[in-house]
């Protein structure tokens, strides 16, 4: 998307953040407009509820692009470093998100498991691989 031509590194690698930053934003607020719509603004309205979550799919669709976009526009080691963060990141939680909702499942635990919980996990996680990455390549 876009002409490249004429644009240095540092240009693209700017303009792919940015772009990933947008529909990461618009993704994010869809999605609280899912939750706080359906309870504040639409009194539980089904049909309304579903077609805002099928907008949310759509942006997500565009926010996974605009990640694809940003990992085809990094160097070698990088990417390298992107691919071992969101490896541990799935690891992490394949491994915690099934053991968590096992907890759940046998009432081991005295609360519901969440998936807002898991993505806590799985960004922190990722986050700490980035870090280790970057540490690792310096």
Known sequence: MGNDTG????QRNARNVRRLGMWTAA????????FFGHKYLWD???ALTAAVVGINVVLGGFMIWANKQH???????QRKMQL???GLSLGVG??????????DSTGVIPFR??????????????LIGLAIGV???Q
């Not at 394949?94 to 907890?103: H, K, N, T």
């Open 94 to 103: 394949m491994v915690l998100g099934f053991a968590y909702s096992a907890l």
């Open 44 to 46: 539980g309205n089904h």
């Open 113 to 126: 498991a969440e998936i807002s919980h898991l993505a806590v996990i799985m960004s922190l996680s990722y």
């Open 27 to 34: 993704w994010l607020v869809s999605l609280a407009t899912v």
């Open 7 to 10: 644009m240095s590194w540092q």
């Open 71 to 77: 990992l085809l526009g990094l160097d070698e080691l």
């Open 84 to 86: 071992e963060a969101m």
């Open 135 to 137: 540490r690792k390549y």
